[in-house]
DNA sequence: TTGTAGGCGTTATCAT
DNA sequence: ATGATAACGCCTACAA
């Protein structure tokens, strides 16, 4: 392996002191634009590029950013992935990835443990991850640079991204209620998790307001797993008289739901109507395909990088990104339509 | 945040000089007992570790290990991420992610790009991108540690882990046809990969070998997408007379199979029975569930992980991890039985 | 068995 | 506008 070219180098050609190569290197302004000029010619045509662990030992910084979240339940992990490498790589960053097991009792520890053993400059939490107020209470304390994702407002604006679910489970109810849909259940998130609490009380509220009332036994809270959707499907589908539309919290549920109806020799969407969250990759492959609602999650990702960087770096809070992103209404053919 | 400790102030605290806390650290022979006590009490009190980036500049190494793979189609990534966190975790590596497009024409620039830019000490390489040989060759050629996951031996075995799909395909042709399936028909991968003729080849003849012939246009070739499989299989169903079994190439085009079966009418697994390959998350949540065969993906992580390893530390080249694995058929209810 | 001195590649301090 | 010189935290000759 070729040895690679360090600033002395670059300042050696150059005839200057390595001290000028850094200052053009770091974009200072007293810099001389011939020589600068003439610095940034060698640059480019060493093919060099200042090596992260030094430059990181002395500035104190790892250049290096983490995310966390919970491994089995995320199915949307490599779009977040590419949503953070978009805004981080051009800024000289890298990612570096948790996955970590959200009901263990360790898990605050481990948490901490990833990010000192690491030496992240900072963590992006996913959901559901990200609801947990012990960790990042921890981290606050630490000082440990963080943003979360997560459905309400439960952090400092320059700490969260918000994907605005009641918002977007409103426009749900109102679809379905302009579709004629009445006999409607729903199969709940687990109560713990703020999102679930925004998506169930959106939604039913909004159906209130229509003049469509959800019975107390149609409500029903899973655990977000595809077995958990066969379970509670099951139930509501047995119930007399029972449920022409179910809202799952998410498409995971969904699938079970529609695997209850299946196995209850019930048609969808002719006598059930099905509808998820998520828009995961089975939603649009399932038969028939899942009517849900999207997450832009790569959009929130990348929002979720640019406010890291900005503690990181110490940046003036910027408010531009601080409005919410609103998921969006997927109409397939698991519902009817009027 | 508390100022963390450094090498420095543990041997403050010992009373004796860095390089013996050093010594410990690294856990050389020539310490005394005493002297390696007391400094291994005083580490662990203050929860002192070294930091990777000194140490890394100290010994050129940056402790950082990448995967590279293909964003889109990667179904897998996460099982791939904790197979190889778990055997690195504890040998201080981190790990560092690269999504990229295998099909864009500066992706072998890209991926060498990245291992400069993160300055990584080795990547893992991922199907499809593992077929690549151009990138292969690049990294050898400049010395870059790399494993290639592939499903044939076409490079060192201590650069690659192999996923012996060919048994696989034989004990799903001999199952099969033990059922007494007969009208057999494919839907090929890409013929540019090596899994893909792995696949195809080892079906088709051991098939052959139990009599059962395969026409020649009853074997088609798709992209290993859901819509090429939804295309590939229409085409398959129109024909007169229409086969009753199709092994796609993978889970994503097996779905598109069902897909396709279903728009005209062909019920599974009575009137077409469908196997994949890969038990993905929607193999085993569709309607019917598909019959595949299930790559141990991290398991080979975990070897890819430990042979990386190896060639950092230039550790003797160990022949135990050299067999391949053996995909394993997992029959559900898209394949009819006897 | 232990310590001293120097280097890894970069940025920060303080002169000039 | 530029340059010596000292960090940053660790490791490795080489000595003692």
């Known amino acids: ?71 089995p339940g995320t199915f949307y992990i490599d779009q977040v992935q590419e949503g953070v490498l978009d805004v981080i790589t051009e800024k000289g960053y890298e990612l570096i990835v948790h996955p970590c097991h959200y009901h263990q009792d360790n898990f605050v520890d481990n948490c901490l443990n990833f990010v000192k053993r690491s030496s992240v400059d900072g963590v992006i939490v996913l959901p559901p991850v990200s609801e947990s107020s012990g960790l990042a209470e921890n981290f606050r304390q630490r000082g440990i640079n963080y943003v979360r994702m997560t459905s309400v407002k439960l952090d400092d604006p320059d700490k969260i991204v918000i994907s605005d679910d009641r918002t977007a489970v409103e426009e ?5 209620a302009a579709q004629n849909h009445s006999d409607i259940a729903v199969i709940s998130g687990p109560g713990a998790y703020s999102s679930s609490i925004e998506r169930l009380e959106g939604f039913c509220q909004t159906l209130r307001d229509l003049n469509i009332n959800i019975a107390k036994d149609w409500i029903v809270e899973g655990n977000n797993t595809y077995e958990s959707g066969i379970e509670c499907g099951r139930l509501l589908l047995q119930k007399v008289p029972r449920p022409a539309t179910i809202f799952a919290n998410n498409d995971e549920m969904a699938v079970g739901v529609i695997k209850a109806a299946h196995d209850l020799n019930i048609a969808i969407p002719e006598a059930l109507s099905v509808v998820g969250f998520d828009d995961n990759l089975m939603a649009s492959r399932m038969i028939p395909s899942l009517t849900t609602i999207r997450r832009p999650v790569a959009q929130m990702a990348s929002i979720a990088a640019k406010k890291l960087i900005g503690q990181i770096e110490g940046l003036p809070i910027q408010n531009t990104q601080s409005e919410s992103v609103i998921p969006r209404l997927i109409i397939r053919e698991s519902t009817s339509k009027k």
Do not use: C, W
Not at 4 to 31: F, M
Not at 172 to 176: F, G, S, V
């Open 172 to 176: 749900l109810a109102r679809y379905l």
């Open 1 to 71: 392996m070729k040895k690679r070219s360090t600033i002395n180098d670059i300042a050696q050609q150059a005839g200057v002191s390595k001290r000028t190569v850094s200052r053009v290197i770091n974009g200072a302004a007293n810099v001389n634009s011939d020589t600068r000029k003439k610095i940034e010619h060698i640059i480019k045509q060493e093919g060099f590029s200042p090596d992260k662990k030094a430059r990181g030992l002395a500035v104190r910084r790892s250049y290096l950013l983490g995310i966390i979240y919970d491994n």
